[in-house]
């Protein structure tokens, strides 16, 4: 598994600071219909989000590593260890006390491979502002089911957030189910080899005492799976 900072710098209005319950503020997503290499959201307010999260599922046809995303409202990027298994890629992106608005778009962009991606966002309020990530882990299935855990996180305090995104390939497979009573936020199902679109889910837990998370993904059928799980402050 390999990183990449994406940095794109700007100004405007941000979001609240941390303090406070973690709040869900809004959510959107994105598919394109014949597979493309860039993907970009419908326009949604995200106007009192203090912290976003993108989840872009992708396939890597073999020749990127990393992916970068970028959003209307000009915000900086960071990313967490993205988890590849052969064609499924996720890989996910966090920005902190970020500049926000009323119809904000948000794209990651798998240029010049087609990496056929889909995009899953969520924001929040009340995310703390320093050391806001406390740990990630991640797995693949190696195409050999369809079901997916992406490994026991254990949060260190109280009424933290737990963060899943998930990614399957594009054989025609359509979202099942996530349990330990995660909240999905979207998935994009993916329809088949004609349109070439990458499945995925975006997910997330608060969690009033702090405690260990390993969520299930389940897909309808097997294919190549790749999950992300985050700590949240």
């Given at each position: 598994a390999q990183t990449m900072l994406v940095?794109?710098?700007?100004?405007g209005s941000g979001g609240g600071g941390?303090?406070?319950?973690?709040?869900?503020?809004?959510?959107?997503?994105?598919?394109?219909?014949?597979?493309?290499a860039v993907v970009t959201s419908t326009a949604a307010d995200y106007t009192g989000s203090n912290f976003i999260i993108i989840n872009c599922p992708w396939g890597t046809g073999g020749t990127l590593a990393a992916i970068p995303v970028?959003?209307?409202?000009?915000?900086?990027?960071?990313?967490?260890?993205?988890?590849q298994d052969g064609t499924a890629?996720?890989?996910?992106?966090?920005?902190?006390?970020?500049?926000?608005?009323?119809?904000?778009?948000f794209s990651c962009d798998t240029t010049p491979s087609n990496g056929y991606p889909t995009i899953q966002i969520a924001g929040f309020s009340n995310v703390a502002t320093s050391s806001t990530l406390e740990s990630q882990t991640g797995a693949?299935?190696?195409?050999?089911?369809?079901?997916l855990q992406p490994g026991s996180l254990t949060s260190a305090a109280?009424?933290?957030?737990?963060?899943?995104g998930g990614a399957?390939?594009?054989?025609?497979?359509?979202?099942?189910?996530?349990?330990?009573?995660?909240?999905?936020t979207d998935s994009v199902n993916a329809p088949g080899p004609s349109t070439y679109v990458y499945g995925g889910v975006l997910a997330y837990k608060l969690k009033p005492t702090a405690?260990?998370?390993?969520?299930?993904?389940?897909?309808?059928?097997?294919?190549?799976?790749a999950a992300t799980l985050a700590v949240i402050k």
């Open positions: 940095i794109v710098s700007g100004a941390g303090g406070g319950t973690i709040t869900p503020i809004q959510h959107s997503k994105g598919s394109n219909a014949t597979g493309a970028y959003d209307s409202s000009l915000n900086t990027w960071h990313p967490l260890t993205y988890h890629s996720d890989s996910m992106f966090y920005c902190i006390s970020c500049t926000t608005s009323a119809s904000q778009t693949v299935n190696a195409g050999a089911g369809a079901t109280n009424s933290e957030m737990f963060i899943f399957w390939g594009y054989g025609a497979d359509a979202f099942t189910s996530i349990d330990s009573s995660f909240t999905v405690g260990a998370e390993n969520p299930l993904l389940t897909i309808a059928t097997t294919d190549s799976m």
